[in-house]
T-cell receptor, first 111, second 112 residues
């Protein structure tokens, strides 16, 4: 059974600081890694995705992959109160037709 | 920005009834999905659809469920004989080849 694990939090970060979120995955063969943001009662919103060949930066967000340790991280620079949400990590399943999801980390940005 | 559209936003149904959840994926996307999220729990994969047929389905997606693409734009999820435990948010998603998934705003299904 493929698993994706996240610390449920909450993770509390002061406004303007860097928020660091982590996710571990069990399948060493995973190749696509997704970070989504979900506000309460809303649908997941794609932040960014990376492949196994490298990290990615997009504005205030950076996704990094550590294949040896099988974890992927999301860094949010200059955190804003509007970044307060649950952050979901998802990894491609064995067939690439589905995503396997973590339970999410609740992030709270304190003004 | 293109959106995945889902209707209705909220559906209340009596146990044992059939419901149809509707989705309009983004027009140039080729892969379509249904996921569900029971309140407070993980997002769970139900089914994926490509080239007008099911490409993969989960253990959850049993004979109670079916999907259709009736007219080239809509993508529906039918749940027959609903049970209390079917109450959840149901999300439709689509993606282009090699791209990320875009989710619709979801349908909150409440079975009473």
């Amino acid at each position: 059974q493929k698993e994706v694990e996240q610390n449920s939090g909450p993770l509390s970060v002061p406004e303007g600081a860097i928020a660091s979120l982590n996710c571990t995955y069990s399948d060493r063969g995973s190749q696509s890694f997704f970070w989504y943001r979900q506000y309460s009662g809303k649908s997941p919103e794609l932040i960014m995705f990376i492949y196994s060949n490298g990290d990615k930066e997009d504005g205030r967000f950076t996704a990094q992959l550590n294949k040896a340790s099988q974890y992927v991280s999301l860094l949010i620079r200059d955190s804003q109160p509007s970044d307060s949400a649950t952050y979901l990590c998802a990894v491609n399943g064995p067939s690439n037709y589905q995503l396997i999801w973590g339970a999410g980390t609740k992030l709270i940005i304190k003004p | 920005e293109p959106e995945v559209t889902q209707t209705p936003s909220h559906q209340v149904t009596q146990m044992g009834q059939e419901v149809i959840l509707r989705c309009v994926p983004i027009s140039n996307h080729l892969y379509f999905y249904w996921y569900r999220q029971i309140l407070g729990q993980k997002v769970e994969f139900l089914v994926s659809f490509y080239n007008n047929e099911i490409s993969e389905k989960s253990e959850i997606f049993d004979d109670q469920f079916s999907v259709e693409r009736p007219d080239g734009s809509n993508f529906t999820l039918k749940i027959r004989s609903t049970k209390l435990e079917d109450s959840a948010m149901y999300f439709c998603a689509s993606r282009p080849t090699g791209g990320g998934y875009t989710f619709g705003s979801g349908t909150r299904l409440t079975v009473v």
